[in-house]
């Protein structure tokens, strides 16, 4: 058998789904027509006391206008270069996540080093240029130009990404620009008017308008990005299409609600849901990165099943003979050792229904609730037990139990190459003429192991020329290292390659 057969088999690929959905958004105005002896109105209603509620457009326009006026100038266009024949654009991101509208399979050609090889949008956040958008806009970079509403351009440094939420922060060099402050996403209501502010399809500056469509949505998208997915979406019919990720969706008074970043369509186009990062969960995210380097996130430290995921509670129930139900709320699979939950008292068998004020009714509402605190924070956990409530106060911790804030130099040689190793076993090697090996896992988007084209179940041979057999090897190899690594890898069609990267 040959190897590249082998390695197709051994190397197992993730399957994307494709969203799909579509609204339409219409109003029925009520006209009415006065004269001295009656008055007359449109659909009027048979019972003269009774009250309907007219749609009053009076006043919303001169706020569009407003809120575009303070909006179109922190908005940017963000170019993505890159040296990867496998980077994917922005385009290419929406052909994974909803379907390619031009059919067949998602274009891996390299573009030319003057052309970008993906394109986005940004939010000017502070006049001094920090400048928030998606992580899967900025993923790969070797150069990243910021393009204001003027014309004017930069190139940009990246501070930090967080693909558990998929925001990313960058900085230009540039005092007194135009910035977006900030609103209380908590405070965004279904059915307020809101306007989505971008770069879609080329057209720079473009301002779309709709309501919030609904608030707390979970569409498992940055699964696909995250081993631990915080997902919480803003839901709009304001129009969002290719090239609007990254960008701001403000409400009528001009003020940041949230960031654009996905569209539920069967064609790669707008076909009636957008969603948006919650400017709250955002913020925290940026402002995690400006100080520290990485995201300070809390973890209850629990393993669980999804009990509104009927098909999950199928398969569990399958595979471990048990008869639990589906329904609402998050029940504990296991508890890690001196994590938060065994800290406090929970036990596998117990059902998380709430978290503080936010009612848990599937895991991406214990997500949100949890991974948008720090670690160290304490949060009351309602659960079930036998049936009966209890609630708990649980303090949050990292996911290597610390309660204390890290900086990037408390990063471990895996967090900051971006990838996990485990080993491969010697009857392996020995068929496959390997004599050594380890198998990439857990490769973070946009990481330096993600950027030499390294991803889940490729296998690393050896780094800077040395052979590796476990992540301890790769771990001696780069500690305290901080020059160019280089590193051997093969791929899923049993191809070697040597790539390398500056060690962060």
Do not use: C
């Not at 290719?242 to 001009?254: Q, R, Y």
């Not at 290597?400 to 130099?409: H, L, M, N, Q, V």
């Amino acid at each position: 058998m040959k190897m590249t057969d082998t390695l197709k088999k051994f190397i197992p690929y993730a399957v994307v789904g494709v969203i799909s959905g579509a609204t339409t958004f219409g109003a029925i105005n009520y006209f009415n027509v006065q004269n001295e002896d009656s008055q007359f109105s449109y659909f009027a209603p048979k019972n003269t006391d009774a009250k309907y509620a007219s749609f009053n457009m009076t006043g919303v326009g001169d706020d569009f206008v407003k809120a575009s006026k303070m909006t179109v100038p922190a908005v940017v266009s963000i170019k993505n270069y890159s040296n990867r024949t496998s980077q994917r654009s922005e385009q290419d991101m929406f052909d994974l996540f909803f379907g390619n509208p031009f059919g067949g399979q998602p274009k891996q050609q390299q573009a030319p080093k003057d052309m970008p090889s993906g394109m986005g949008s940004g939010v000017i956040i502070s006049p001094d240029g920090y400048i928030i958008s998606n992580n899967h806009v900025i993923a790969g970079a070797t150069k990243l130009e910021v393009v204001l509403s003027n014309k004017k351009s930069y190139v940009a440094n990246l501070i930090g990404t967080d693909p558990t939420t998929d925001i990313a922060l960058l900085k230009i060099e540039e005092k007194g620009l135009p910035y977006l402050n900030f609103a209380n996403s908590d405070n965004v209501e279904v059915g307020q008017w809101v306007l989505a502010v971008g770069n879609p399809m080329g057209l720079n500056s473009t301002v779309t308008a709709g309501i919030v469509s609904a608030k707390g949505r979970s569409i498992d998208l940055l699964s696909q990005q995250s081993r631990t997915p915080i997902e919480s979406f803003i839901q709009t019919d304001a129009a969002i299409n290719p090239g609007n990720s990254g960008g701001a969706l403000v409400n009528p008074n001009g003020e940041l609600i949230g960031i654009n970043s996905a569209i539920s369509s069967k064609t790669g186009y707008y076909e009636g849901y957008g969603f948006a990062v919650p400017s709250n969960l955002a913020r925290k995210v940026v402002e995690d990165i400006k100080q520290f380097g990485l995201v300070q996130r809390g973890f209850l430290g629990v393993e669980t099943l999804d009990l509104s995921d009927q098909r999950q509670v199928a398969n569990y129930n399958q595979q471990r003979k048990t008869n639990l139900k589906a329904g609402e709320g998050v029940y504990i699979i296991n508890v890690s050792e001196k994590g938060g939950a065994e800290s406090a008292g929970l036990r596998s068998g117990d059902i998380i229904t709430k978290v503080d004020n936010t009612t848990v009714s599937s895991y991406y509402d214990l997500s949100f609730a949890v991974g948008s605190r720090r670690p160290g924070d304490k949060v009351a956990v309602t659960y079930l037990r036998n049936g009966k409530s209890n609630t708990v106060n649980v303090t949050l911790r990292d996911q290597k139990g610390g309660t204390s804030f890290r900086s990037k130099a408390d990063l471990t040689v895996t967090e900051k190459i971006g990838s996990d190793f485990e080993p491969l076993s010697e009857r392996f090697k020995t068929d496959y003429g390997l004599n050594s090996g380890v198998i990439a896992k857990n490769v973070a988007e946009g990481s330096e192991m993600a950027k030499i084209g390294v991803v889940d179940n490729y296998i690393v041979i050896e780094v800077n020329g040395k052979p590796v057999n476990s992540q301890k090897d790769v771990e001696k190899i780069l500690q305290g290292y901080s020059g160019n690594v280089q590193v051997k890898y093969v791929d899923e069609y049993g191809r070697i390659t040597t790539r390398g990267f500056k060690m962060p």
